[in-house]
């Protein structure tokens, strides 16, 4: 009896750690993402911006946010590493996606991966945070062309996974507060929460 109780107070009760990806083009900041965001909520200092090399591979980040505990795994943005991006969709709670906003010339690759990843049914009802990186340069845009470039619009499907474009700055943290606190309270109130719940059981 005490066993089936503990079973179901472990099931229902036990502290997830939410696994999100970091995705998006080589250069378009990721890694710098991960670091600033581990200067912000560990006691670690992430690595300063000039000691950042391009990913060869992926990071690893642990962190807690809003009483949450949070994996971050940045893939590197290479063309050659993004075909394995889809090995870890399956088991990811979100996606955070950035995008060079300062470098429009690389618009259309960026959607064309955006797009890629989107398409894939590992990642059903995965909450997407899109990070317009780089705020702090000159002619970087903002939120609305981003939105409108990612077809992140106001007429997605009542069924869509929630969505988000915020304005970051990966180098002074610009942002990313906001950005976490959003993905955590989306991951919590998704109903793919509890499907990978399930499958992990
Ligand atoms: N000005 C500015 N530069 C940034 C910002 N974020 C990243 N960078 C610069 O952009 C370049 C690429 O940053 P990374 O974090 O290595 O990019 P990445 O997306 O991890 O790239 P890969 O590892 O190749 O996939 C570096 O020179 C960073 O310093 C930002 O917010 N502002
Ligand atoms: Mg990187």
Redesign the pocket.
């Known amino acids: 009896m005490f066993t089936l109780m503990y079973g179901l107070w472990e099931y229902l009760f036990r502290k997830d750690v939410y696994q999100m990806l970091?995705l998006?083009?080589?250069?378009?900041?990721?890694?710098?993402?991960?670091?600033h965001l581990k200067t912000m909520y560990t006691t670690l200092v992430g690595l300063d911006?000039?000691k950042?090399?391009?990913?060869?591979g992926l990071?690893v980040g642990r962190l807690d946010a809003k009483g949450q505990s949070i994996v971050l795994w940045?893939?590197?943005?290479?063309p050659a590493?993004q075909s394995i991006w889809d090995k870890y969709y399956a088991e990811s709670h979100a996606v955070i996606y950035?995008v060079?906003a300062?470098n429009p010339a690389r618009f259309a690759e960026s959607k064309a991966a955006f797009d890629r990843m989107r398409s894939s049914s590992q990642l059903a009802e995965a909450p997407l945070l899109v990070m317009a990186?780089?705020?702090?340069?000159e002619g970087a845009v903002g939120v609305p062309e981003i939105s409108e470039f990612f077809g992140i619009g106001k007429t997605v499907p009542p069924d869509a996974p929630p969505m988000k474009v915020v304005p970051?700055?990966?180098?002074?943290g610009?942002g990313l507060k906001e950005s976490i606190e959003w993905l955590v309270h989306a991951v919590r109130i998704s109903p793919r929460l509890q499907r990978l719940r399930v499958s992990s059981a």
Request: aromatic share 0%; charged share 20%.
């Open positions: 970091i998006g083009l080589d250069k378009a900041g990721k890694t710098n993402v991960l670091e911006p000039g950042i090399l391009p990913t060869v990071n940045d893939l590197g943005g290479q590493l950035v060079d300062a990186n780089k705020q702090d340069l970051v700055c990966a180098h002074t610009q």
